[in-house]
């Protein structure tokens, strides 16, 4: 039977890549600004909720948009864009789309740009219900490893990539009890974004089946 557990912490992240930079997004971002400004108004933007980003390298610099209500953000920088939900969840789904998308679509039709790739990743932090989280990681140990001591186990973490796939299984450390959960992938430029959901929920489906838990809704 599967454990039941809570996601209280959950992150969606997509970096669009852009074919080619777009060096008029590190100097002449005017007309981009005021656009997206304005496509995102229904969220009830304000003029304090952009920031700009003039630290770091000329490809982490740019223009961050917050609507704080949804703990949304959508940073425009001059080699890709990234949206982020720092409350993520299915049931959101067809918002978060909306917004990804209007900002995205914003961006192309002012500036012309053109996406190569997406990279995605889901990032969750799972509390079982009745397990101690140990329990869940333990399968994860390499039995090599696992034999070479005989008191308990206390932490396992587990990492595998492949050339556009990631997956990161660790203990969590923003919750006590708890268990973290990070995948990532990389889709081309052409795919839709309802697609790109689809794939994402079938990835976790398979994740959750393997590590033998199931969220709790009530």
């Known amino acids: 039977m599967s454990e039941r557990v809570s996601i209280p912490i959950a992150i969606f992240e997509v970096t669009s ?97 053109k996406v190569a790739a997406y990279k995605t990743a889901i990032a969750m932090h799972l509390q079982p219900k009745s397990l101690p989280f140990i329990e869940i990681l333990k399968p994860f140990a390499p039995s090599s490893l696992a034999k070479l001591d005989s008191s308990p186990i206390k932490a396992v973490a587990s990492v595998v990539k492949w050339e556009k796939r990631r997956i990161t299984i660790d203990g969590s450390g923003q919750l006590a009890n708890g268990v973290f959960l990070k995948f990532e992938r990389e889709f081309e430029g052409s795919i839709s974004f309802n697609e790109m959901a689809l794939r994402l929920k079938a990835d976790e489906d398979e994740l959750f089946d393997i590590l033998g838990i199931e969220e709790d809704l009530s």
């Open 17 to 113: 890549e852009y074919a080619r930079p777009d060096l008029r997004l590190l100097m002449d971002r005017v007309r981009v600004v005021e656009a997206l400004f304005e496509a995102f108004k229904p969220w009830d933007i304000k003029v304090d909720d952009i920031e700009v980003v003039s630290e770091g390298k000329p490809s982490e610099q740019g223009i961050k948009f917050k609507l704080s209500t949804k703990r949304i953000s959508f940073f425009v920088g001059a080699g890709s864009c990234k949206f982020t939900h720092d409350n993520a969840n299915w049931e959101s789904a067809e918002e978060t789309i909306k917004i990804l998308s209007l900002g995205l679509d914003t961006l192309i039709e002012v500036n012309k740009i």
